[in-house]
């Protein structure tokens, strides 16, 4: 082979390289964004998605036939439920405030200074905010 020939297919598995990187790259970092925006929304919706899988088996029950709701103590009405008492929903949105308002600034603080281009960070941030 030409020495010239040589040159233009390593260029070429090179660039196929290239590709091949950037594109593991790219599956990676957005793997780890997903994973980020999942952790900072988890952070601040923990207090509400026990309420939500409490509502949704009462809603559950509810819906059941009339002996389950008879042997289930679950089967009375939301309204009833300890947990749904106006207390403790202003306890839970306390919680969910406190973490808007703690938590995410955090958050947000820290990624600043790891991401010092405001573009790369306007496109990070834009999910969460």
């Given at each position: 082979?030409?020495?010239?020939?040589?040159?233009?297919e390593f260029s070429r598995s090179c660039k196929g390289l290239k590709?091949?990187?950037?594109?593991?790259?790219?599956?990676s970092l957005k793997t780890t964004c997903e994973e980020f925006i999942m952790s900072v929304t988890k952070l601040?919706?923990?207090?509400?998605?026990?309420?939500?899988?409490?509502?949704?088996?009462?809603k559950v029950a509810l819906s059941g036939?009339?002996?389950?709701?008879?042997?289930s103590g679950i089967a009375k009405p939301l309204k009833d439920h300890a947990f749904a008492s106006p207390e403790k929903i202003a306890e839970l949105l306390q919680k969910v405030g406190t973490a808007i308002d703690e938590a995410l600034p955090r958050v947000l603080a820290k990624m600043?200074?790891?991401?010092q281009n405001s573009s790369t960070r306007a496109i990070l941030f834009k999910p969460i905010k």
């Open positions: 082979m030409h020495p010239s020939q040589q040159i233009c590709i091949g990187f950037g594109l593991e790259l790219e599956k601040v919706v923990e207090p509400l998605l026990s309420f939500v899988t409490k509502v949704t088996a009462v036939s009339q002996n389950q709701k008879l042997e600043r200074l790891y991401l």
